[in-house]
C-alpha cells in the first residue's frame, strides 16, 4: 500500500457540503478503511467515512447512510496495468514507471491526462453514486527521475483538484500526504493522512516494524503544521498484525493522544482495523461437516447451537470443513464453533482442516469444539490443544468428577461405543466432567482450555430419537466461556418499546373447508367473524392460497364465495394480506421448474390440472393475483408466508428477493411442559447464500395437535411455549400461528380464542408480521462499536431494530449523556432498552446513580423520536392500535398528546397513560418549557 489519507465527516445535513479549514477540523470523527473484495459494509458503518476500492462493485447510495458515507479510492499519480482503463492511457502522459508496485508515473502537467482522469476516471464513479473521493499518490511524480520539473508537476495537480470542484459539484476530496499541495489547496482538502507514524508494515519483507524516533520525529513536524498551520484534520495510519489486537488498540489510542485521527489496520489493508471506535464482533464462525444435512436447516449446529447465539446478539457464519477454509478477521468474528460427528471425509479436507484448525489455536482464537475433532489428530496438534490420548476404555464408565454445569436437561451417560477417549494435559484447562473405565483410565468429556472449550458426544446434545433431543452440558454458560462472549448491548428481536412483541399469522390452508357449525359456513368466514372481527387490538397477517381461491383453480364452483370473504378480511385495519403461495409447495427442494415428477412418494403441491412447477408462478404470481383481484386499492400485498416443509433453497428466495417480499415460516419452535427442551427453539432463520429466511417465532396448531389428528384443543397449549420462550430469557415474541383450518372445528376454534385471550392479558406490543420480519432481518446488520476515548458504546445500521437487552452488569444507561434513547423497562433478563433512531450512543452508570430525566418504560407503539431538552421531552409515538404508554420520572410534569392535556395514572414510580389515537405527538414538560 502507497501513503492513505481519508477523512470523516459530519453527520446528517453537513454530508451534502465540503469542508475546509477549522470547521472540518471540528467535524472529524472517526475513519475506516478496508481495500478488500468482502469488505465487511455492515460493521463499515461504525464509521463516518469508510474508504474502499470501487472496482470491488459496492454500491455507495445503498450504503450511504446519515451517518457512515462510502468514500472511493483513486490513484492519481500512478496507473496499475489491472485497471480496465489502463489501456486508454498515452504513453505520452507518463513520467515513467514504479518498479516496486508495477505501476505508470503520469505526468500532472499534461492537460490531456488532468482530462482523462476527470472525465474517464471520476465521472464514472461519480455518476455511480461516489460523492467522497481518496486522492492517493499525490506525490509520485517524484520518482520520474532528475529532469522532472516539480513545480509543472505540483501545479498541474493543484489544477487537477480544482477542476475537480468545478466539475462535481460538493464533491469530497481526501489528499494522500501531499504537504507541498496545502498552501494552494487548504481550502479544497478536507483531510491530510500519512502512515506509519509509530508502526509500520515492510511489504517487500513481509514483517511490521516499530517505526524509529528520527522517522517519527519527522512526520510528527509535518502533521502538525498541517494540522495547525491550515486547520486541516490529520489522519495516522499504522500497521500491526491482525492478531496483535491489543497492540492495536494500544497504538490506536498513542495516536489519538497526539491529537489526530488514528486508523490501525494489517499491511495488507483488508481487515477490519482500529479507530477512534473499535468495532465489537457480532459474527461467530461456524465449521461443519457438509455430509451433516444437504440443507441448512437441518445442520446440527443451526439446530442446536445457533439460537444460544442469537440471543447472546450474534450472527452465525458456516463454512463446509471439505472446502476453503478462511482466516477469520477478528474485527468481525468473535469466536468459531466447530461441530462434527465424526472424521471428514477425505484424508486431505481432513489434514486440511486440521491445519487449519492450528493456526485459529496459535493466533490465539476462542474455539468452542463439539462431538469430535473432525480428524484424527497427531500428537503435536494434541499438545497445542492440552489434550492427550487415552487408551480405550475398559468395561463400565463411571463419572468421577462433574461441574455445575453438567446435567442441564439430562443426565450424562457415558457410552462406551461412541466415546471420544481423550483427556486433559495436567494445568492444560477445567474439567466439567472428568470420567473413568473399570481399570481406572481417565478421560475428560467436558472442559474449558486455554483456547476455548470441548464438549464430546454424548455430553454436548444427547439425541435419544428423532425430534427428541436434550442438552447434557449447559450451553448458555458453555458456550459463553469457552468464546469469552463479554457482557454488552444485545440487539433484541423479541421487544419493542420495551414490551415483548405480539402478532398472529393465517396460512391460508383449508380457506374452502366447511366448518362444523350451523348451515356448514366456510371455515374462512368463521375465521373473519369470530378472530380477525373479534380481535381487532391483534395485528394479523393473513394469507391465501391461489390454487384453492380462484376461478382457474381446485375449487372454482366456490371461487367467487372464497374470494368475496378474503377481500373482506384483507379491508379490516388489522390485517396485512400476503401470499401463501400458488400451488403450496411441500417440499421445496423438490419443487423444480419443468420437473413434474410425483415418483418421490409425496406430491410437489397441490394437485391443480394443467400446471408446470415454477417458482415464478409460485411467488411473483400469487402475489400478482392477490394484488389485482383481493386487495382493496392501495393497499399492499408485501409478505410471503412460505408452505409445506418451509426448507427452501437459494433459487426460491432469489425470486422472492428481486419481488423485494418480506418472508417467513419454518423452524417450528415448540417446547412445552411435556417436552421442555430447548434444542426445540429455532434460530431466528437460516441464511441461504446471501439471502435470509426468517422463521416463525412459534410453530402452528398442526404441530400441537398431532398433524390435524386431534386433539383439536391442543393449540392453547402454544401458552406453554410462549411462557417457555419468554423466562427466564425472553427467547421470542408471542407469535400466534394458526391455519385457516383452526375455524372449521368448535374445538380448534376455542383454544384459539383461548390463545388470543392468554396473549392480550399480557403487557405486550401489538406488530404485523412484516415489523417483525424487518427487525429479524436488521439483527443481522446491526453494528455495535465501542469509542475509545470514552468507553461508550455505538449503535449504528440498525434498520427498523430498536430494542437492545442489556446485562445488569452494565449497569443503567445514563441517559442524558446518551443519543436515541427513549428509556428502559426491566425485563426477565436484563433492561430492555428503547431506542429513538437506528443509530444512538449509549452510556452506562455501574454504579446505579439516580436517574432524573424523564423516560419511556414502555409502550405499545414504536417510538419514532424522543428530542430531551433537560427534563422536558418532545415525542413522535406510532403503533397499530390506541396507544398505551409509562413515563418514568414524570411526576409533577405537564403532558399533552396531540396537543391535549392528558393526566397519567400514577403506578409506584411510573404513570401510565392511555390515548384514543394511533399516532401522537408527545410533549412532556417539566418545570419551564
Not at 452510556?843 to 446513580?849: I, M, Q, R, S
Not at 395514572?905 to 412532556?924: C, I, M, Q, W
Request: net charge negative.
Amino acid at each position: 500500500m502507497k501513503q492513505w489519507i481519508l477523512f470523516s465527516g459530519l453527520v446528517g445535513l453537513f454530508f451534502l457540503f465540503a469542508l475546509c479549514g477549522h470547521n472540518a477540523q471540528a467535524a472529524l470523527q472517526s475513519i475506516a478503511f478496508h481495500y478488500g473484495a468482502d469488505a465487511p459494509l455492515d460493521e463499515l458503518h461504525a464509521f463516518d467515512v469508510a474508504v474502499v476500492e470501487p472496482d470491488h462493485g459496492f454500491d455507495p447510495v445503498a450504503y450511504r447512510t446519515a451517518s457512515s458515507e462510502l468514500f472511493a479510492y483513486v490513484s492519481v499519480g500512478e496507473i496499475n496495468p489491472s485497471k480496465s482503463y489502463a489501456n486508454l492511457v498515452s504513453a505520452d502522459w507518463k513520467l515513467g514507471g514504479n518498479a516496486i508496485w508495477g505501476t505508470g508515473i503520469l505526468d500532472q502537467s499534461s492537460p490531456a491526462w488532468r482530462d482523462f482522469f476527470v472525465e474517464q476516471i471520476m465521472a464514472p464513479l461519480w455518476t455511480r453514486g461516489y460523492r467522497g473521493f481518496f486522492l492517493d499518490t499525490l506525490d509520485s511524480y517524484r520518482l520520474g527521475g532528475a529532469k522532472t520539473d516539480l513545480a509543472a508537476q505540483q501545479a498541474g495537480l493543484i489544477t487537477l483538484i480544482q477542476s475537480l470542484h468545478r466539475r462535481f459539484p460538493g464533491i469530497r476530496l481526501i489528499a494522500n500526504r501531499g504537504f507541498e499541495l496545502m498552501p494552494d489547496l487548504a481550502g479544497e482538502i478536507e483531510a491530510v493522512a500519512a502512515e506509519s507514524l509509530f508502526r509500520g508494515w515492510n511489504a517487500s519483507k513481509g514483517v511490521y516494524f516499530e517505526v524509529p524516533t528520527q522517522s517519527r520525529e519527522w512526520l510528527l513536524a509535518q502533521l502538525n503544521e498541517v494540522k495547525s498551520r491550515y486547520g486541516i484534520p490529520v489522519i495516522a495510519i499504522d500497521y500491526v498484525s491482525p492478531n496483535a489486537r491489543g497492540l492495536a488498540r494500544d497504538t490506536a489510542a498513542k495516536i489519538r493522544e497526539s491529537g489526530f485521527v488514528p486508523w490501525v489496520t494489517d499491511g495488507g489493508v483488508s481487515t477490519l482495523g482500529v479507530g477512534k471506535v473499535e468495532v465489537l464482533p457480532r459474527h461467530i464462525l461456524i465449521v461443519y461437516d457438509g455430509r451433516d444435512g444437504p440443507e441448512m436447516h437441518f445442520r446440527s449446529p443451526h439446530r442446536y447451537v445457533e439460537m444460544i447465539l442469537n440471543y447472546f446478539g450474534y450472527v452465525a457464519d458456516y463454512v463446509d470443513a471439505s472446502g476453503a477454509l478462511p482466516a477469520p478477521d477478528r474485527g468481525r468474528y468473535a469466536g468459531i464453533v466447530a461441530w462434527f460427528d465424526g472424521p471428514l471425509k477425505t484424508t486431505e479436507s481432513s489434514g486440511r482442516y486440521e491445519r487449519w484448525l492450528r493456526a485459529r489455536v496459535g493466533e490465539g482464537w476462542r474455539i468452542a469444539l463439539f462431538n469430535e475433532l473432525g480428524f484424527v489428530p497427531d500428537n503435536d496438534t494434541l499438545a497445542l490443544l492440552g489434550l492427550a490420548l487415552a487408551p480405550n476404555p475398559s468395561g463400565r464408565l463411571v463419572i468421577d468428577k462433574r461441574a455445575a454445569g453438567v446435567g442441564y436437561e439430562s443426565e450424562p451417560f457415558p457410552q462406551v461405543r461412541s466415546f471420544v477417549a481423550l483427556r486433559l494435559r495436567p494445568g492444560a484447562g477445567e474439567s466439567w466432567l472428568s470420567l473413568r473405565d473399570a481399570a481406572g483410565q481417565k478421560f475428560d468429556g467436558i472442559g474449558l482450555t486455554a483456547w476455548g472449550g470441548f464438549a464430546w458426544r454424548s455430553f454436548s446434545v444427547d439425541e435419544y430419537a428423532e425430534d427428541l433431543s436434550r442438552w447434557v452440558v449447559n450451553p448458555w454458560v458453555f458456550l459463553s466461556q469457552a468464546l469469552s462472549l463479554e457482557d454488552r448491548p444485545v440487539p433484541d428481536t423479541t421487544s419493542d418499546a420495551g414490551r415483548r412483541m405480539l402478532f398472529a399469522h393465517m396460512d391460508g390452508d383449508g380457506f374452502p373447508s366447511r366448518a362444523e357449525f350451523t348451515g356448514s359456513p366456510y371455515g374462512a368466514q368463521v375465521m373473519l367473524d369470530e378472530i380477525l372481527k373479534r380481535y381487532p387490538m391483534v395485528p394479523h397477517t393473513i394469507s391465501v392460497i391461489e390454487g384453492e381461491l380462484s376461478p382457474q383453480g381446485l375449487y372454482p364452483q366456490d371461487s367467487a364465495a372464497l374470494e368475496g370473504i378474503a377481500r373482506k378480511m384483507f379491508e379490516l385495519p388489522n390485517v396485512e394480506i400476503a401470499s401463501h403461495t400458488y400451488s403450496h409447495p411441500y417440499v421445496w427442494s423438490l419443487f423444480e421448474a419443468n420437473e413434474p415428477s410425483r415418483e418421490v412418494g409425496e406430491d410437489y403441491s397441490l394437485a391443480i390440472p394443467n400446471y408446470t412447477p415454477s417458482f415464478e408462478r409460485e411467488i411473483i404470481g400469487s402475489i400478482d393475483y392477490i394484488r389485482t383481484r383481493l386487495a382493496p386499492a392501495g393497499k399492499p400485498v408485501r409478505v410471503m408466508l412460505w408452505s409445506g416443509d418451509c426448507v427452501l433453497n437459494v433459487k426460491a428466495m432469489r425470486v422472492m428477493a428481486a419481488a423485494k417480499l418480506f418472508n417467513m415460516n419454518g423452524g417450528d419452535t415448540l417446547i412445552s411442559r411435556s417436552n421442555p427442551s430447548i434444542t426445540n427453539i429455532s434460530p431466528l432463520g437460516a441464511w441461504l447464500d446471501e439471502y435470509f429466511q426468517v422463521y416463525a417465532p412459534i410453530t402452528n396448531e398442526n404441530i400441537y395437535t398431532n398433524l390435524w389428528r386431534g386433539p383439536f384443543y391442543g393449540f392453547q397449549r402454544v401458552t406453554e411455549t410462549f411462557e417457555m420462550t419468554g423466562s427466564p430469557r425472553r427467547i421470542k415474541p408471542i407469535d400466534i400461528y394458526f391455519h385457516t383450518y383452526s375455524a372449521t372445528k368448535p374445538a380448534a376454534l376455542g383454544a384459539l380464542r383461548k390463545v388470543y385471550d392468554w396473549a392480550l392479558a399480557r403487557s405486550v406490543r401489538p406488530v404485523f408480521a412484516s415489523e417483525f420480519i424487518s427487525i429479524a432481518d436488521s439483527f443481522n446488520h446491526v453494528v455495535l462499536a465501542r469509542d475509545l476515548s470514552d468507553g461508550s458504546v455505538l449503535v449504528r445500521n440498525a434498520g427498523e431494530l430498536r430494542s437492545m437487552r442489556l446485562p445488569l452488569s452494565l449497569g443503567e444507561p445514563r441517559l442524558i449523556s446518551s443519543s436515541a434513547i427513549a428509556g428502559w423497562n426491566e425485563g426477565p433478563d436484563g433492561r430492555y432498552l428503547v431506542l429513538s433512531a437506528a443509530d444512538a450512543r449509549l452510556h452506562f452508570d455501574k454504579v446505579g446513580g439516580v436517574e432524573t430525566a424523564v423516560y419511556l418504560s414502555n409502550s405499545n407503539a414504536r417510538v419514532l423520536s424522543w428530542d430531551r431538552n433537560g427534563r422536558s421531552v418532545h415525542a413522535e409515538i406510532k403503533g397499530n392500535v390506541p396507544i398505551e404508554f409509562d413515563l418514568s420520572n414524570a411526576l409533577g410534569c405537564a403532558v399533552t398528546a396531540n396537543k391535549r392535556a392528558i393526566t397519567g395514572s400514577p403506578e409506584g414510580k411510573l404513570l401510565r397513560f392511555r390515548v384514543p389515537d394511533y399516532a401522537t405527538t408527545l410533549n412532556v414538560c417539566c418545570g419551564a418549557c
